[in-house]
């Protein structure tokens, strides 16, 4: 039987439509709209398209959006600067420093001085530990996004034998803590793991964000597994023009597999929409304002 392909398109305008409903009962209760601010140091044309993206969307939902664009040479300590007068801005409840920074900017130092409760990405120590620990806390848009799309394949992950390909800070490691949350039985696989098709065909659950284009094959899945795919890679295609395919060789896996997210349309259009959920959770945290 063919796969049910989950619409991630779809699925990221239904998030978005939660967002300005709770966005309208915030302005409602508050008076104000929560604000969203994006720092863009250089000009890296993926970074740009994003900001530009993730701006557009902040408006749509009916939240405030703070833009900050800085010439590449902009120093780290100015960089700190902005960043520590977003923490004392009352208006801005959510801060995103965009990655990657210019090379002589250290940007774990800039990531560790934003306000946890205004860091929008779930990237701040202080995050990481609460999601490990189970409290209440801004979780990354990637992870929480790839979530959400496998429960639209099972009504509940409990239970689940799941495997995640790649350990990354961003995606890797919280996928691994937010599926351990759901109570499903995690492994984290690498590129040093042993009989990598082994183990991911033990997955009823496999997510793949591993950054090797169509890495994961047919016969590395268990037959009705839901397989979401985080690569995002630009491959050479048809034409001389480039491509984007996901890590999993989606024609084959999808003859195979239970569920399956597409690339582009899967995963990718989801870590907006998360961003701006966790924008109103950040609101909230700091309004003291239970779920
Ligand atoms: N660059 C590409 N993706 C991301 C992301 O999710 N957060 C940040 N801060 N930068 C990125």
Not at 20 to 31: F, L, N, P, Q
Not at 118 to 123: E, P, S, T, W
Not at 139 to 159: D, E, F, R, Y
Request: proline content about 7%.
């Amino acid at each position: 039987m063919a796969a049910q392909i989950i619409d991630g398109k779809a699925v990221a305008a239904e998030v978005r439509k939660q967002v300005a409903e709770d966005v309208k009962a915030i302005v409602a209760s508050h008076g104000s709209a929560p604000g969203l601010a994006v720092v863009l140091v250089g000009e890296d044309p993926a970074s740009k398209v994003y900001v530009k993206n993730k701006a557009a969307q902040t408006v749509e939902v009916g939240m405030q959006s703070f833009e900050y664009k800085l010439p590449a040479e902009t120093s780290e300590h100015e960089i700190l600067t902005l960043v520590q007068r977003l923490n004392a801005n009352p208006n801005v409840n959510g801060i995103l420093v965009q990655l990657p920074l210019p090379k002589h900017v250290n940007a774990e130092k800039i990531l560790n001085t934003i306000d946890p409760d205004k860091d929008v990405d779930g990237f701040h120590p202080t995050n990481v530990g609460r999601l490990w620990i189970g409290e209440r806390t801004l979780v990354p848009c990637t992870p929480t996004g790839s979530a959400i799309l496998a429960k639209k394949a099972v009504p509940s992950l409990q239970g689940l034998n799941a495997v995640v390909i790649g350990r990354s800070n961003i995606v890797g490691k919280p996928m691994a803590a937010l599926l351990l949350r759901e109570s499903c039985t995690v492994t984290v696989a690498h590129s040093k793991t042993k009989d990598l098709p082994g183990v991911c065909r033990t997955a009823d659950l496999l997510v793949a964000a591993v950054g090797i284009p169509e890495l994961v094959k047919k016969d590395w899945i268990k037959p009705g597994a839901i397989v979401i795919d985080v690569g995002i890679n630009r491959v050479p295609g048809e034409n001389g023009k480039t491509k984007l395919v996901g890590d999993v060789a989606y024609d084959e896996c999808a003859e195979v597999a239970g569920a399956i997210t597409p690339v582009p349309g899967g995963v990718g259009p989801m870590t907006i929409a998360c961003l701006l959920q966790n924008t109103v959770t950040a609101f909230k945290i700091q309004k003291g304002i239970k779920d």
